[in-house]
């Protein structure tokens, strides 16, 4: 509980959810808890795990009431409870002493209070939310050492690091007919980035340092219109000889077309833990280019290359050679098979339960 639902057309925890049910319903009676506004079809059962549909919005406001309500459906039928981010509705975590059931909490992999998006108001209700579920949960779960930690010192609450995965991304070749008659740049070096439009994930470091930088394109893959932020930078950037500023692509395939045949990826993220979007890139062999805080090297094992603002991240771009670069991609994609697999994080999950 907690997402939007499976299969995945929304965000990291989805994804989470979506190869859990692959992994494990075979052994375990499964039931997702599903934002009935975003599944129209409504089909009862995803890989053998039951769905069942909510007709409030998951998020928002409203994503209080959707929480509070699945929380309480889910109690009193379930030996474990898997509740991945309480950001919104940790609060409701103790309703469990009333029943015997476990609840894991998935705290993600930041400190949600402290992102800059957020009022006064929100940093304070997401922090006494994070607290409240992670003094009661059976068992807390991040997806970084870092965030490990934060959880110690803010809440004195113990947590395992069981991590995010990344190898679902497929490459697809650069000749595949179809795609590059739509994405046509395929054909030529470019730098990649996907990226939500939020100002602490830096899009305009990205965009200021290709400024002046013409050795190769940058294509950004963002949902631009969803803020003010972005739709500013998209106005300003848009027309561009050496930037692509593409909207949100929700096709897998089309996705994985554009970020996988890119020279190099950038990852501009300033607050998250394991973020999806990289340890995909990592996935699909792209050498990485990376903000500099201390979860991205994390990720990375210290292996990307960073920055700090646009004007390293041009220096970075200009000094780079081929070899540094491929050599790059192999220690990414390493990395990834070690660490960022399905198998091995459903795995994690079966042992936990």
């Not at 998935?106 to 800059?116: D, M, P, V």
């Not at 740049?185 to 990205?206: M, T």
């Not at 893959?221 to 500013?232: I, P």
């Not at 995909?280 to 062999?285: D, F, R, V």
């Amino acid at each position: 509980m907690g997402t939007h639902g499976v299969p995945a057309r929304y965000g990291g925890f989805e994804t989470l959810a979506d190869f859990l049910c692959q992994y494990l319903a075979d052994e375990f009676d499964i039931t997702v808890y599903c934002n009935a506004h975003k599944y129209p079809d409504q089909p009862a059962e995803y890989h053998g795990a039951k769905l069942k549909y909510i007709k409030i919005e998951a998020n928002g406001f409203k994503g209080i009431f959707y929480d509070l309500i699945t929380y309480v459906m889910a109690l009193p039928k379930s030996d474990i409870i898997l509740y991945l981010s309480p950001v919104g509705s940790g609060f409701m975590t103790p309703l469990k002493f009333f029943t015997r059931t476990k609840v894991l909490v998935n705290h993600g992999g930041l400190n949600e209070w402290e992102r800059e998006k957020l009022t006064w108001f929100q940093q304070r209700w997401a922090k006494f939310n994070h607290m409240v579920a992670a003094r009661y949960a059976d068992v807390n779960i991040v997806d970084n050492e870092l965030y490990r930690g934060s959880l110690k010192d803010n809440f004195d609450a113990d947590s395992i690091v069981i991590r995010y995965g990344g190898d679902h991304a497929n490459k697809i070749a650069a000749d595949n007919a179809a795609l590059a008659c739509k994405y046509p740049f395929v054909k030529e070096r470019y730098a990649v980035s996907v990226v939500r439009a939020q100002l602490d994930n830096n899009i305009h470091l990205l965009l200021e340092a290709f400024e002046n930088f013409n050795r190769f394109k940058l294509v950004v893959v963002s949902n631009w219109e969803v803020s003010s932020y972005g739709r500013d930078l998209k106005k300003r950037y848009s027309n561009r000889d050496n930037m692509i500023l593409l909207d949100a692509i929700y096709a897998k395939d089309e996705l994985d077309f554009v970020r996988g045949n890119g020279y190099l990826y950038i990852h501009s993220h300033s607050r998250c833990g394991t973020a999806p979007s990289l340890v995909e890139a990592m996935s699909l062999g792209q050498a990485i280019i990376s903000f500099d805080v201390a979860t991205n090297r994390e990720t990375t094992e210290g292996n990307a290359f960073f920055f700090t603002d646009a004007a390293s991240l041009e220096r970075l771009l200009r000094d780079l050679g081929d070899e540094e670069i491929a050599a790059n991609r192999a220690e990414m994609k390493r990395i990834a098979r070690s660490k960022y697999r399905w198998e091995v994080i459903s795995r994690q999950y079966r042992e936990l339960i």
